[in-house]
Structures are given as structure tokens and as C-alpha cells.
């Protein structure tokens, strides 16, 4: 079963292997600028750290 973390985590990894960076970028939107996926934001970054791609994490 896909979660909604695991979809956000998934589109945060693609756009990261697309062009290096745009990960965080995403993030930043997801996490960052609103609050509407808040309560998926340590789901995500656990699955982020668990693939590599603690490089897209924003605090």
C-alpha cells in the first residue's frame, strides 16, 4: 500500500535524480512554505534518510 509520505517522498527522490537540488526544492514547498503536509513531514524525511537523500532535507 502507498502512503501519501511515501508518494511525497517518491516525487521529492525523482525530481532530485531529474536535476540535482531540485529535491530540496520540492521539500522546501511540501514542508517549508505551508503547513497543509505537515503531518507527513517525519514519515518523509525517515524515508528520504532510509534512500540517500538526506541532501533534500530542509530545516
Known amino acids: 500500500m502507498v502512503t501519501t509520505a511515501t508518494s511525497l517522498a517518491q516525487m521529492i527522490i525523482l525530481a532530485d535524480d531529474r536535476e540535482a537540488g531540485q ?4 521539500y522546501t514547498g511540501f514542508f517549508v ?3 497543509f503536509y ?3 513531514r517525519s514519515n518523509v524525511a525517515a524515508i528520504l ?3 540517500g537523500y538526506e541532501r533534500c532535507i530542509v530545516t
Not at 23 to 26: F, S, T
Open 49 to 51: 534518510i532510509a534512500e
Open 33 to 35: 512554505n505551508t503547513e
Open 38 to 40: 505537515s503531518k507527513y
Open 23 to 26: 529535491g530540496k526544492v520540492l
